[in-house]
């Protein structure tokens, strides 16, 4: 079924080889879906559906597109897509994907305006250092913008960044 609306992004949960998968996309154009940009699989994707998709509905970040059996599609505003891209780098490998819904939503509300213009430029450099990696022969014709090694990699980074700001007593004091 083509999509009759534009959209610069789309957050999308549906299945991959019968496991649940939350992807972000750079939209759609004539109807037809661009290419992947990032994407989690598993039970990280269900609990961050969940975070995720209450979060941006609340602030009136996501319109919904199609809705079927194959899964929802929503178009997501160009300002949030790189904040909705940096919440799937976090999910990705996750032991525990319930832990960061906190921190999305504290991005989206500007409680802590910091946390939101962070997770954007971590989501940056995933898409840059994707970009550097791309360089090289073998991994050319990979389809997803951003490289599993390079989101494996941010996604560490991301996790020691939040980790190490969650220390602060201000952060646990809700100041």
């Given at each position: 079924m083509a999509i009759r609306e534009e959209f610069d992004y789309l957050l999308i949960y549906d299945r991959e080889k019968g496991r649940p998968r939350l992807s972000l996309r750079a939209g759609v154009r004539g109807g037809r879906l661009l290419p992947m940009i990032v994407k989690v699989t598993g039970r990280p994707a269900r609990a961050g559906h969940n975070d995720m998709f209450k979060a941006l509905l609340k602030c009136g970040g996501l319109k919904l597109v199609e809705k079927g059996p194959q899964g929802e599609r929503y178009g997501i505003r160009a300002d949030l897509a790189p904040i909705a891209g940096a919440f799937i780098l976090l999910l990705r490998r996750s032991t525990n994907p319930s832990?960061?819904?906190?921190?999305?939503?504290?991005?989206?509300?500007?409680?802590?305006?910091?946390?939101?213009?962070?997770?954007?430029?971590?989501?940056?450099?995933?898409?840059?250092?994707?970009?550097?990696?791309?360089?090289?022969?073998?991994?050319?014709?990979?389809?997803?913008?951003?490289?599993?090694?390079?989101?494996?990699?941010?996604s560490a980074a991301m996790r020691g960044f939040v980790e190490a700001i969650r220390r602060d007593t201000k952060w646990k004091e809700g100041s």
């Amino acid at each position: 079924m083509a999509i009759r609306e534009e959209f610069d992004y789309l957050l999308i949960y549906d299945r991959e080889k019968g496991r649940p998968r939350l992807s972000l996309r750079a939209g759609v154009r004539g109807g037809r879906l661009l290419p992947m940009i990032v994407k989690v699989t598993g039970r990280p994707a269900r609990a961050g559906h969940n975070d995720m998709f209450k979060a941006l509905l609340k602030c009136g970040g996501l319109k919904l597109v199609e809705k079927g059996p194959q899964g929802e599609r929503y178009g997501i505003r160009a300002d949030l897509a790189p904040i909705a891209g940096a919440f799937i780098l976090l999910l990705r490998r996750s032991t525990n994907p319930s832990k960061w819904g906190k921190l999305f939503h504290e991005a989206l509300e500007g409680s802590r305006p910091f946390i939101g213009e962070a997770l954007a430029e971590f989501f940056i450099m995933a898409l840059n250092l994707s970009s550097s990696m791309r360089k090289t022969p073998r991994r050319k014709g990979l389809p997803q913008a951003v490289l599993p090694q390079a989101a494996d990699a941010v996604s560490a980074a991301m996790r020691g960044f939040v980790e190490a700001i969650r220390r602060d007593t201000k952060w646990k004091e809700g100041s």
